[in-house]
């Protein structure tokens, strides 16, 4: 297999250790690795604001970017959609072998390399927000749960509303950004009320948004992506 990693936009700016912590997690699991250096925004800010001209050439150069790989791996519920979901709706023709090669991190986990241990170590009690592009459009299901009850030394607490919006939905946050804040603020009271130290999702971009809304409110709760979670061990500890 010839895998290729895609970081996305607000990985590779604001979170690169996500990045470095699903390199280190495959190739623990024997997966060689690739980062084409090419890659860049895939157009989801555009498409989802109606700018559908506008994500034409991005999409056609992160499929020139990820030609010739069997899969490619992205630690993004919301761009691996935008990939799978709304790329074949631009109706171009260099995107049409992509789409089926992309897969979300815990798709390629549990899907293609038949894992949910993974060897992981995360002595702290988490809890999990499922994102809205990786629940309702991936349909990603208990993947990133059955990988969490695998790691040792991990106590895995239930989410209240979990499946509720957090509020940040990219530029809904901009456009609306009253209700954005009080969307996260539900979220994160119903996280506390679980009393875990860490809240963990599967995308940086809502785990930016709760984030954020810790640190005003200055909480005992930590944002961690789980793919940190996944790479962590008890000799060499990342989150």
Excluded: W
């Amino acid at each position: 297999m010839r895998i290729a990693l895609f970081v996305t936009c607000v990985n590779d700016a604001v979170y690169p250790d996500t990045g470095r912590a699903v390199v280190r997690l495959l190739e623990r699991l024997g997966v060689e690795v690739d980062f084409p250096q090419a890659q860049t925004c895939c157009g989801q800010p555009q498409f989802n604001t109606g700018y559908r001209r506008e994500a034409e050439p991005l999409a056609r150069r992160t499929a020139a970017a990820f030609a010739g790989y069997d899969h490619v791996v992205t630690p993004s519920g919301s761009c691996a959609a935008m990939i799978r979901d709304n790329y074949p709706k631009l109706g171009l023709p260099e995107t049409e072998s992509l789409p089926g090669r992309v897969y979300e991190l815990t798709e390629f986990l549990v899907d293609v390399l038949g894992v949910t241990d993974v060897g992981a170590y995360y002595p702290h009690t988490v809890t999990y927000h499922p994102s809205c592009h990786g629940l309702r459009m991936l349909g990603l299901g208990d993947r990133p749960l059955r990988l969490l009850r695998a790691v040792r030394g991990l106590t895995l607490v239930e989410l209240p509303g979990a499946e509720e919006c957090c509020g940040f939905g990219g530029t809904f946050a901009v456009k609306n950004p009253a209700v954005s804040a009080a969307m996260g603020a539900d979220k994160i009271r119903n996280a506390l009320g679980t009393g875990a130290d860490v809240l963990c999702g599967a995308d940086n971009s809502c785990l930016m948004h709760l984030g954020a809304t810790l640190r005003r409110q200055d909480a005992p709760l930590r944002t961690v992506h789980l793919a940190e979670i996944l790479a962590s061990t008890e000799t060499e500890p990342l989150a």
